[in-house]
């Protein structure tokens, strides 16, 4: 079992910037890809990007050039550095692991996704 603990979410106005974090702890070693997710009020829950265990990353066109997720191996942890943050941001950002398959797989069955973290809440004002 992973463990994930996400921080570094805050309250922004629209063009700034954060960096969250995600913690992971426990049975890494058969993690082979990490992603980021995020969730508006009254919305379902949105992929934003993807980190895979060859150092790939792909990202949701609506993110595309603003985001970037990169990895502290000596930490364990996952970044996503988040720029020109604009208010349709907003919402709950996620991490999740998958354990023994890649990312291109994982985006054909997010139920491989079976950890999760407890969120942490991004809001960008206007």
């Known amino acids: 079992q992973v463990q994930l603990v996400e921080s570094g979410g805050g309250s922004v106005q629209a063009g700034g910037s954060l960096r969250l974090a995600c913690a992971a702890s426990g049975d890494t070693y058969s993690t082979t890809c990490m992603a980021w997710f995020r969730q508006a009020p009254g919305k379902e829950r949105e992929w934003v990007g993807t980190?895979?265990?060859?150092?790939?990353?792909t990202f949701a066109d609506s993110v595309k050039g603003r985001f970037n997720i990169s990895q502290d191996n000596a930490k364990n942890t996952l970044y996503l550095q988040m720029d020109s943050l604009k208010p349709e941001d907003t919402g709950t950002y996620y991490c999740?692991?998958?354990?023994?398959?890649?990312?291109?797989?994982?985006?054909?069955?997010?139920?491989?996704?079976?950890?999760w973290g407890q969120g942490t809440q991004v809001t960008v004002s206007s």
């Open positions: 999740a692991a998958a354990d023994e398959v890649r990312c291109t797989a994982a985006a054909l069955a997010p139920y491989l996704y079976t950890n």
């Open positions: 980190f895979d265990s060859d150092g790939s990353i």
